[in-house]
């Protein structure tokens, strides 16, 4: 069976700071991806990054990285230049390589302090 | 205009009632999904579909069915409402293929008294 781990049910952070969110889970596959969704106020589930477990390099979209670390079956989420719209829970989510059902963690709700 | 739209986007309803939640995309995608979320416990899988003649059940498939009227519709259909089904309920899309993205719909709030 597959988890996922989220330990930080809330984080904050100051506007323009760099924060990270920790995500870890189990799993016996070798082959499988990992995500990151944002819930924001309004509710919607929005991607921000995806991984492909099979590509040692890291993920990056614009202010949004991660740091995969395959061996100790990690996945964290760096926010930089921090926003006030970035203010959200954040999921992490796995998905095993031959089959479309998502994981969930269980959130981390983070909060950009101005 | 929404690719992934819900309806309706809150409902309040009473034990016993047999409600419908209701799911359309623009996106083309052959995958649709069902999933609730309660607070703590992250978003769980209900049901899903890879095509308008396969159905799945997933994680928590008791107490609701669904039906995939068409390529672009997917509903979930609680039969007898109880109280511990008061949640948010998303319907999500995804292209074939492994690990690909899905994309969600707003979501419906649902309360059971």
């Known amino acids: 069976a597959q988890t996922v781990t989220q330990s930080q049910p809330e984080m904050s952070v100051q506007e323009a700071e760099t924060v990270t969110l920790s995500c870890t889970y189990d799993t016996s596959e070798n082959n499988y991806y990992l995500f990151w969704y944002k819930q924001p106020p309004s509710r919607q589930m929005i991607l921000v990054i995806r991984?492909?477990?099979?590509?040692?390099q890291n993920a990056t979209e614009n202010r949004f990285s991660v740091n995969f670390q395959k061996a100790a079956k990690s996945f964290s989420l760096k926010i930089s230049d921090s926003q006030l719209g970035d203010t959200a829970m954040y999921f992490c989510a796995f998905m095993t390589g031959t089959g479309n059902q998502f994981y969930f963690g269980t959130g981390t709700s983070l909060t950009v302090i101005p | 205009d929404a690719d992934v739209t819900q309806t309706p986007r809150n409902r309040i309803t009473k034990t016993g009632k047999r409600i419908m939640l209701e799911c359309s995309q623009t996106k083309g995608h052959d995958r649709m999904y069902w999933y609730r979320q309660d607070p703590g416990l992250g978003l769980r899988l209900i049901y899903y579909s890879f095509d308008v003649k396969d159905i799945n059940k997933g994680e928590i498939s008791d107490g609701y069915s669904v039906s995939r009227q068409a390529q672009a519709k997917f509903s979930l259909s609680l039969e007898s409402a109880i109280p511990n089904q008061t949640a948010l309920y998303f319907c999500?899309?995804?292209?074939?293929?492994?690990?690909?993205?899905?994309?969600f719909g707003p979501g419906t709030r649902l309360l059971v008294l």
């Open positions: 991984q492909e477990a099979y590509k040692q």
């Open positions: 999500a899309t995804s292209v074939g293929g492994s690990g690909e993205t899905q994309y």
